[in-house]
């Protein structure tokens, strides 16, 4: 179950995301802001799992297995994010947010919409 917190997160990129976004460049259409908020969820749920993974590589004996879970859940958030016209940053510091949303063009200055922690 998500927290307040983590619920507001995502109703925020939502917004960001459903204002920015161009007209999909397949058939030029625009998306409803609940097929937005769909993905932007799936990419926080694989975000929680990435943080789950990353403590673990810290805390746990690096696996085989436990990599390739990690570089497939990287790859399904990035062709998300790409599907969104957005840029996920992955970042596997497990003291911070796994994936920092960024739009074309835009910088990381710490002000950028996370998902994915646990707060």
């Known amino acids: ?7 507001e997160a ?3 990129v939502t917004a960001l995301i459903a204002l920015r976004r161009p007209k999909d460049p397949k058939d030029g259409h ?9 993905r932007v969820i799936d990419i926080h749920r694989i975000g929680k799992t990435l943080h789950k993974l990353y403590e673990d590589d810290c805390n746990l ?5 436990r990599e390739k879970r990690e570089a ?3 790859a399904k958030a990035q062709l998300l994010g790409t599907e969104l016209g957005v840029i996920l940053k992955i970042q596997g510091d497990p003291r911070g ?3 920092i949303v960024l739009f074309p063009g ?9 998902l994915g922690g646990r707060n």
């Open 10 to 12: 995502i109703a925020v």
């Open 1 to 7: 179950m998500a927290s307040q917190f983590q619920v």
């Open 106 to 114: 835009e910088k990381d200055t710490g002000s950028a919409p996370r």
């Open 72 to 74: 497939q859940l990287e």
């Open 30 to 38: 625009e998306w409803g802001a609940s097929q937005i908020a769909h």
């Open 61 to 65: 004996d690096t696996s085989e297995r």
């Open 97 to 99: 947010w796994p994936l």
